[in-house]
């Protein structure tokens, strides 16, 4: 019997290294190892180096860097808290509640101007600007208004948003419903929709409890209830950065006391607008504005305005100018300019304009010869009888010749006579006996060279140089009123001066300034200043009636009551800066025995005539008849003994 071979020892190993293969599997074969063969010739490569295995990492060490990195931005955090809480604390806290802090301002009621019998020239009545959440209004739905007003034509509404608002406000604004939904959408918490709304309309929108979309915030409307009665004295406001200022006039020229303060509520909000509770609050109430009146009677101004208007087309002047004085006081009774404005009007700002009464100057002409035949008579370089021979062509000692208005012989008149008939060469012979310094210094006396107490913007001091300053030929002709410039309130001071016996009172137009529906407090004005004698000022005044009764101004009589006055003739700066243009005027007094008013009546380039007797002393009847009947002024009592004039 053969015996059975033994199994290789390759297959004993398979066998004891793994599991043995299934019945009828063939064994599995190791793969055959491959042995590169360097090429004949070549060294074998030499084999690559092993990488050394790295060493296990340390947690302990990565631990310690973490912790580091931890406790940094751990203590830029504590330091960031600290430096916001603690440093940046109060100014981050202050900056948020301005944030929420809202400040309604509320403007002042603007005081009343009135004028010397309380009668309204310039008032404010409430109004109210309406404006629009125009966020809000996006989504604003008819169910929204709690009082069930959405009803449109006695339809309920259905739109919602700016077109459903636009239906329910249009009505009550008078604004077509298409052209308010476009003011309603946006993206603006307050877009204007309608200024200056009368109180009945402002009702009406709350009525329809609109208040989450729609505000209604008080303001006040300026009126001016006389018109273009003392426009040019009153002025007018505007605006500057939405507050109201005065322009003009006494609106400017007691902006302050008109203004009142405005008052204020200021509390904290919240993103929606809303008040929040329980937070501070500031409240303060508006102060209206004092109310200021004028020393202006209404009716008085408007005869002035009047009867100047109608000179003016009379005449074909450029413009006119009537003054009308209490002499008492100096109080300006009216301050009329031609063609004066109507401050209700916006389209224009002839308003803000200053009064020419005040702002234009001009020579006075024959009417500053009352200062020469004052400052005569009280130096005692002359009397009213004193006799002088009078040609129509007169030469100085220093070679200057000067003419009358027109040619005549020689005449022989009486100082008083120079006077009536405004003679040129008389004055000038009667100023060669007065010194230099003494004509200058009563032209000063008598308020020539300086402004006024008025205070009205614009206001212009006229032009008197010194004495140093004149040349040969102006030492003579300011004895004339030439050679100095004044405005038409200047003018008409001087005679209000001599009528009160000599005193100068400070002209001005507001008499008291006080508290609305108080009782105003009379503005403090500087005492009268005394510039001649009650006997000179007499003397002058009864010299300037004879000008009335026989000189050139016999069209200034007023029935029933004595009247002293002078005309004048004077030139102008036209706009070539030349003394082109001319400018006629009266000024008179009545009643001559007991003054109360003087008025002077400007003419700037008639056509008609250059004489102020002519075209300027009617005006001058007219309104002084009109004034003294209105203040009731009873008619003179004492008969006029004329002086002599000639000899």
Do not use: C
Not at 135 to 164: K, W
Not at 210 to 225: G, Q
Not at 412 to 427: D, E, K, M, P, Y
Not at 484 to 494: D, F, I
């Amino acid at each position: 019997m053969t015996p059975r071979p033994t199994p290789r020892a390759a297959n004993t190993r398979g066998a004891a290294r793994g599991t043995a293969p299934a019945r009828g599997t063939a064994p599995a074969r190791r793969p055959a190892r491959v042995v590169e063969v360097p090429p004949r010739g070549r060294p074998p490569a030499a084999p690559r180096p092993r990488r050394p295995i790295p060493e296990p990492a340390n947690p302990a060490r990565r631990q310690r860097v973490i912790l580091v990195i931890a406790m940094v931005i751990v203590a830029v955090f504590v330091a960031r808290l600290g430096y916001v809480q603690l440093y940046r604390g109060p100014a981050l806290a202050a900056q948020a509640r301005d944030k929420r802090t809202n400040a309604l301002i509320t403007p002042a009621h603007r005081g009343d101007i009135v004028d010397a019998n309380g009668v309204v020239l310039a008032t404010s009545v409430d109004r109210y600007t309406i404006a629009a959440d125009q966020v809000a209004i996006a989504g604003f739905t008819p169910r929204q208004t709690a009082r069930r007003t959405d009803l449109v034509a006695g339809a309920p509404l259905r739109e919602g948003g700016a077109v459903g608002l636009a239906k329910l406000l249009g009505p009550v604004l008078g604004i077509p419903a298409p052209e308010l939904a476009a003011d309603l959408n946006g993206t603006s918490r307050y877009k204007v929709l309608k200024r200056n709304v009368v109180p009945e309309v402002q009702r009406a929108i709350a009525d329809l409890d609109l208040r989450a979309w729609i505000s209604a915030t008080p303001t006040s409307e300026r009126l001016y209830p006389a018109g273009t009665v003392a426009g040019n004295v009153v002025g007018y406001v505007g605006q500057n950065n939405d507050t109201t200022v005065g322009v003009g006039g006494i609106e400017a020229a007691y902006d302050r006391k008109l203004a009142g303060a405005p008052g204020k509520d200021v509390y904290e909000r919240g993103r929606g607008g809303q008040r929040i509770p329980a937070t501070a609050r500031e409240r303060v109430n508006a102060r209206p504005g004092d109310t200021v009146r004028l020393t202006v009677v209404r009716d008085v101004q408007w005869k002035a305005q009047d009867a100047i208007d109608a000179a003016v087309r009379k005449t074909g002047a450029r413009y006119g100018i009537v003054v009308v004085q209490d002499v008492r006081t100096g109080a300006l009774v009216a301050l009329a300019d031609s063609d004066t404005a109507d401050p209700n009007d916006r389209r224009t700002d002839a308003v803000a304009a200053p009064s020419r009464a005040v702002s234009n100057v001009f020579d006075p002409g024959s009417t500053g010869k009352v200062i020469t035949m004052a400052a005569a008579i009280e130096g005692g370089y002359a009397t009213p009888s004193t006799q002088f021979r009078v040609p129509d062509t007169f030469t100085t000692p220093n070679g200057q010749t000067f003419r009358d208005s027109h040619t005549h012989s020689i005449e022989r008149l009486t100082l008083a006579g120079v006077l009536a008939q405004s003679s040129n060469t008389g004055t000038v012979q009667v100023g060669m006996r007065i010194p230099k310094q003494v004509r200058y210094d009563y032209l000063r006396k008598f308020g020539f060279g300086e402004r006024t107490a008025l205070g009205l913007p614009g206001e212009s001091a006229g032009i008197l140089r010194p004495v140093e300053r004149w040349d040969g030929r102006t030492e003579y002709t300011v004895l004339f009123g030439q050679g100095l410039a004044v405005s038409a309130v200047q003018a008409a001071a001087v005679f209000s001066t001599i009528a009160n016996d000599g005193v100068r009172m400070p002209a001005h137009l507001v008499d008291a300034v006080g508290p609305a529906g108080g009782v105003p407090a009379a503005v403090d004005r500087p005492d009268g200043a005394r510039v001649v004698s009650a006997q000179t000022a007499r003397t002058v005044l009864a010299m300037m009636e004879s000008v009335v009764d026989e000189g050139t101004g016999t069209s200034a009589a007023i029935a029933g009551y004595r009247v002293a006055g002078k005309t004048g003739t004077a030139q102008a700066t036209g706009a070539s800066g030349r003394l082109t243009d001319i400018v006629s005027s009266f000024i008179g007094v009545a009643p001559a025995d007991h003054p109360r008013f003087t008025v002077a009546v400007f003419l700037r380039d008639p056509r008609t005539s250059v004489y102020g007797g002519v075209v300027a002393a009617p005006v001058f009847a007219d309104v002084m008849g009109f004034t003294l009947e209105h203040a009731g002024v009873a008619p003179s009592d004492a008969r006029y003994v004329p002086l002599p004039t000639t000899w």
